[in-house]
């Protein structure tokens, strides 16, 4: 078992600890308070190849792996989780399901401008929209509807929590084509965002992540190609499911990133700070906090390694990404409440920064699959 990054991956870390900190960090809290989407930080990351990261070099991408992509998340995640997670959701879920699904045509109209993250110079980046009014953890409920009129679908319907809603020029949708089927009569259309009848809302006001572009978006009689659809007829709900479970690990390893960035501010915070005539990193009751901080981390480190280790060799990852994102999202919530704890009364101002981090870390045990689903996924798989 080898424990030892390759000097690439070592390369792709570093940049991303550089891009963070030289990058996302100025301007984050103002970013924060007034809900900005960092357009001007995801360009950047494009051109340095971030946005379609796992991606073939012949579809656009850069041809890293998934372990490349665990240690540029959790670097970008511990300074900006608003930024990392739409380099998540283009990667882990839109760049990916199309690479690994779509036929050539789709590969060579969408994913080769989604994979290079711009278009004619344009931001260009992708949605993922599965979630709904009332089909949130219970995905089998879509009421989106894709009326098969022949050669195109006639999609009517309203997604909600869609992140980069409005950001966005492509979206992947799950609709349902024939209820009678239920789950196996859903499929997946991509479609863009300039087609006749799609409306965004209105942006939504977040506890956390509040920079992420989040919006509802609706479809009123939207005419989408038939040759949009990935795969087979009814093929939707298992392109959904397989998805997200490389998504988890995009979003395991952003939590892990806000974990990792919470305790890196109280460890630095500890060492300056006195009461009682000295450093509290040298009171017992904080050296306790640091070193169960310290030891959940890298559990949860190695649970989001150890998920792409499993992808990038071709096995199946479906129960790791679980635990990794189970266990590395209750991690962020932990240790960022652990973190502002350490930080007293500096802790609850925003300068200090752990305070949104621990607004952000929450959204990390619902999105992608709230906790209550990933304990479903893992006891199936251990009571089979």
Request: glycine share 10%; with cysteine; proline share 2%.
């Amino acid at each position: 078992m080898e424990f030892v990054f390759t000097e690439e991956q070592l390369m792709i870390q570093k940049a991303a600890r550089d891009f963070a900190i030289n990058e996302c960090l100025p301007g984050v809290i103002e970013r924060d308070e007034l809900q900005r989407f960092p357009k001007e930080q995801i360009e950047k990351l494009a051109d340095l190849g971030f946005m379609g990261m796992m991606v073939k070099p012949e579809n656009g991408g850069s041809g890293m792996d998934t372990v490349s992509y665990v240690l540029a998340m959790e670097e970008i995640s511990k300074i900006d989780a608003s930024t990392s997670v739409c380099v998540s959701v283009n990667n882990s879920l839109v760049c990916y399901g199309i690479e690994k699904f779509g036929n050539d045509f789709q590969k060579k109209k969408y994913l080769v401008p989604l994979a290079q993250g711009k278009k004619d110079g344009e931001l260009h980046v992708g949605a993922f929209l599965l979630s709904e009014p009332e089909a949130g953890s219970d995905a089998t409920s879509q009421q989106t509807t894709a009326e098969d009129k022949g050669d195109y679908y006639l999609l009517n319907g309203t997604k909600n929590w869609i992140t980069n809603g409005s950001s966005a020029s492509t979206y992947l949708v799950m609709a349902q084509t024939d209820p009678a089927k239920g789950h196996k009569g859903i499929n997946c259309l991509i479609v863009e965002k300039n087609y006749l009848g799609v409306v965004v809302g209105a942006k939504e006001n977040k506890l956390g992540i509040r920079g992420s572009d989040t919006h509802t978006v609706m479809f009123n009689d939207v005419k989408v190609p038939k040759e949009n659809r990935i795969g087979e007829d009814g093929f939707g709900f298992s392109f959904a499911m397989k998805t997200l479970s490389g998504g988890r690990i995009g979003i395991a390893s952003q939590a892990l990133g806000i974990a990792s960035g919470a305790y890196e501010l109280a460890l630095k915070y500890a060492k300056v700070r006195k009461a009682f005539g000295k450093e509290i990193a040298q009171h017992q009751a904080i050296q306790f906090k640091l070193a169960d901080m310290a030891t959940r981390i890298e559990a949860a480190r190695l649970l989001c390694l150890k998920a792409a280790w499993e992808k990038d060799n071709g096995l199946n990852y479906d129960l790791s990404s679980s635990m990794a994102k189970v266990f590395a999202s209750e991690t962020a919530m932990w240790v960022t409440v652990e973190a502002v704890q350490i930080h007293g009364g500096y802790g609850f101002v925003k300068e200090y920064h752990v305070e949104r981090l621990m607004r952000d870390a929450k959204i990390t045990q619902i999105y992608e699959g709230t906790s209550e689903v990933q304990r479903i996924v893992i006891s199936r798989s251990i009571l089979r």
